[in-house]
């Protein structure tokens, strides 16, 4: 039987991070699984920490073989799972008791040159105090509308920013990308979800394009970005009970009655 190699990055900020390190370190190599740094021979990077800490994992992965498992030391927590039968948790994970809840991510090319990828969001947003016209390109339709930027989101980012700013949520194992819209300055516009295969974005002025929360790059004013599900799928680990809707139901607090 194949060792297991597992790998773990915690938020730094987490009191008594080190502490925690050693004590999941020691249950990882009770269970006959092996301790090493993140590479492509991870078969579970492990990530302490909120869904924050998830987006970081996510980053360093260095293969798509590799399965995520986030659990929370955080507040919210889409991503994680709650930590308090840690032993179990672990043993599961690394027996093969999980399973694996497969999700888009999204790459970003300008001028046809790779510029990064995310799993939750790519935001393009302006840089000073004035709106951007957009010309956005769907199939062979463009579209062409004023805002303050535009959010391009995975259906596991749909519980994220783009919810924040008035997105729809989707089920995270779909296919499609989401589409937000920051103030549009029309009265028609409609967020809305797209199934196609890529979407191209130019802007009349330069813009920020920000991956994740985690990282900034520059698109100049009448640059398009192409932004497209990666050619491979992102594995979350996720317990056998996993279901989105009671997550949903419970993070929202939408279990109260009506009276």
Known sequence: ?????????????????????????????????????CSPDTDILITLGGDGTVLKGFR???????????????????????CKDRKKIIKDAISGNFKISPRIYLEGFINRSFVGKALNEMVIFRKDIRMVEFELILGSTAFYFKADGIIISTPTGST?????????IVFPEDRSMV??????FTATWRNCVYEGDKILLKPSRDCDIILDGQE??????HNTIEIKPGKQLFKLMVPPEWDFWKTLKEK?????GLS
């Open 179 to 184: 589409i937000v819209a920051f103030a549009p």
């Open 60 to 82: 360093m992965l260095q293969s798509f073989e590799t399965c995520l498992l986030g659990l929370n030391f955080g507040k919210f927590g889409f991503l994680t799972i709650d």
């Open 252 to 256: 929202f607090s939408w279990g109260k």
């Open 216 to 221: 900034k790059i520059n698109l100049e004013q």
């Open 160 to 168: 994220a920013h783009a919810f924040s700013a008035g997105g729809p």
């Open 1 to 37: 039987m194949k060792q297991i190699n597992v790998s773990i990055i915690i938020n730094p900020k987490i009191p008594d991070g080190q502490k925690i390190i050693r004590d999941f370190e020691k249950i990882i190599c009770e269970e006959k699984a092996k301790i090493v740094p």
